[in-house]
């Protein structure tokens, strides 16, 4: 649907794009010709997935090892990339959630989550955005967020509290820096099932229907979310700043998401404990 170099000359920068959504991302502004920088935790697990795009795609892509919830790695790593020559785009993807009772969170468990959630990509976004603004560079940042932005979520708090905070963010960032030629933009995606998303958020016990209940009878694919993300960070999209896209099939317009863990035992909830502690 789009034209082969839409997002040609551009350098871009996935956080947690080793896997998932970020790596499916990756992959499709690799195809529109960007050039591509994955970052995570798990270096064996980015130079893996950079491999398997070279091989399939050509290409440039770079894995870099960087811990987001380290605000002095973060700017190490920019300092690399830049020393190379400036981004163009930087993907806030990365997250962590789980489900849980909030009042048996630990302040280490809720801390768990917001670190790379909320102070990871807000890291990421300041050391990228003040070089732009620096060099008089223009950038787009895209923030991968939730649709618990507009409905809450009950038994996901931590992770629903940092995701309406990029939302202000990408809000409150349009107006400061959009006219310093930066633009801010988010998606909120409905369920796209991922390996890693679907361990945490939809052990055993949960409601299995829920894909045959959104609206449109389906989870998301991949390649939907890949190719809205291209074209908000694209030069196509150049007027759009400061706003969130929902791509959710309309399941947000009938429910959180969360309803049926109301009705789960107190001993579901210590069987999911348990599960989450051994993990």
């Known amino acids: 649907m789009f034209e082969k170099d839409l997002l040609k000359g551009k350098r871009i920068l996935v956080t947690g794009g080793g896997s998932g959504l970020g790596a499916a991302m990756g992959r499709r502004f690799v195809e ?4 591509l920088i994955v970052c995570g935790r798990r270096l064996e697990l980015l130079e893996a997935t950079a ?20 605000g002095a790695a973060v700017d190490a790593m920019m300092e690399s990339i830049w020393r190379e ?5 930087l993907v806030n993807n990365a997250a962590a959630t789980f489900i849980a009772q909030t009042a048996h969170l630990s302040f280490r468990a809720a801390d768990a989550i917001l670190a790379p959630t909320l102070h990871g990509a807000m890291y ?4 990228a955005g003040s070089r732009w603004i620096e060099g008089g560079h223009k950038g787009v940042v895209l923030s991968i967020l939730s649709t618990s932005t507009i409905t809450g979520r009950a038994f996901t708090v931590p992770s629903a509290m940092a995701k309406s905070a990029l939302l202000a963010m990408t ?10 030629g930066v633009r801010t933009v988010a998606i909120a995606p409905g369920a ?6 679907s361990g945490q958020l939809r052990p055993e016990g949960r409601d299995e229907g829920w894909a045959s209940r959104n609206p449109l009878g389906r ?17 196509s999209a150049g007027y759009i700043n400061g706003e969130m896209v929902v791509q959710d099939g309309g399941a ?28």
């Open 32 to 35: 529109l010709g960007a050039e």
């Open 51 to 70: 491999m398997r795009i070279r091989d399939d795609l050509g290409g440039t892509v770079t894995a870099i090892r960087c811990d987001i919830r380290d």
């Open 85 to 89: 020559a400036p981004l163009d785009v």
């Open 124 to 127: 990421c976004t300041l050391s």
């Open 171 to 180: 809000r409150s960032l349009a107006v400061e820096w959009g006219p310093k």
């Open 192 to 197: 796209f099932p991922t390996e890693g998303a």
């Open 219 to 235: 989870a998301g694919e991949h390649g939907e979310l890949a190719n809205l993300a291209s074209f908000l960070i694209s030069d």
């Open 252 to 279: 947000h317009l009938r429910s959180s998401g969360a309803e049926d863990l109301l009705a789960w035992t107190d001993a579901q909830w210590e069987k999911q404990r348990l599960a989450r502690s051994k993990a």
